[in-house]
């Protein structure tokens, strides 16, 4: 048995992802291309799976290929408490322009969540260019200030203690209203 496969427990944890999704050994070999055999052996944590088949693995159960190599154990939920938050300010590249875009992603912790909440606080100089549109949910609620949400062609003004969910195939953008400063909190989920 690999050094790796004992020191993460791979298998185990590739094993109670297929039965959480109801899966079984044969489903799985067929969508990722391999035995039966070779399958059982990983779980069972028999052999080291080359990182190709981890690859597909994590395409096939939806999970993170990080993940395997985390040594916290299997969190349930997570609490993030006042004072706790880490601030994780980025600049996001558009159209060869920087601007500031400063998110505070919550539950850092958690592997193979369908959502990713995050705060953000929007700058009154975002340019009306910036357009998204990706496969996913959106469900946007404004903490403070007003903003101003485009999805396709349609304008939607929202203000403190509005809030809405959409499909974010829709091309979409925000901003601050009226040059102002807002802050959002956005829970993301891809398709």
């Known amino acids: 048995m690999g050094k790796i496969m004992l020191e993460y427990d791979i298998g185990t944890k590739l094993k109670k992802l297929r039965l959480s999704k109801k899966m079984t050994l044969k489903n799985i070999a067929e969508q990722v291309g391999c035995s039966i055999a070779l399958l059982s052996q990983i779980e069972n944590n028999n052999i080291s799976p ?5 690859s597909k693995l994590s395409k096939v159960l939806e999970f993170k290929l990080g993940s395997l190599f985390d040594h916290e154990e299997d969190l349930r939920f997570e609490v993030v408490r006042k004072g706790q ?6 600049f996001i590249p558009i159209r060869n322009k920087k601007y500031p875009h400063f ?4 539950f850092r912790k958690l592997h193979n969540k369908k959502m990713t909440p995050y705060l953000i606080n929007l700058c009154a100089d975002i340019p009306d260019t910036t357009s998204f549109s990706h496969e996913g949910e959106s469900f946007i609620y404004v903490v403070h200030g007003h903003l101003e949400l485009f999805l396709d062609s349609q304008q939607i003004d929202l203000e ?3 809030s809405i969910y959409f499909d974010t195939s829709l091309t979409h953008r925000y901003r601050c209203k ?5 802050t959002i909190l956005e829970l993301r989920a891809a398709s």
């Open 178 to 182: 009226n040059g102002t400063t807002a």
């Open 85 to 90: 938050k880490k601030n994780s300010s980025r």
């Open 50 to 54: 080359p990182i190709a088949t981890l």
């Open 160 to 162: 403190e203690g509005d």
């Open 103 to 106: 998110h505070e992603p919550y």
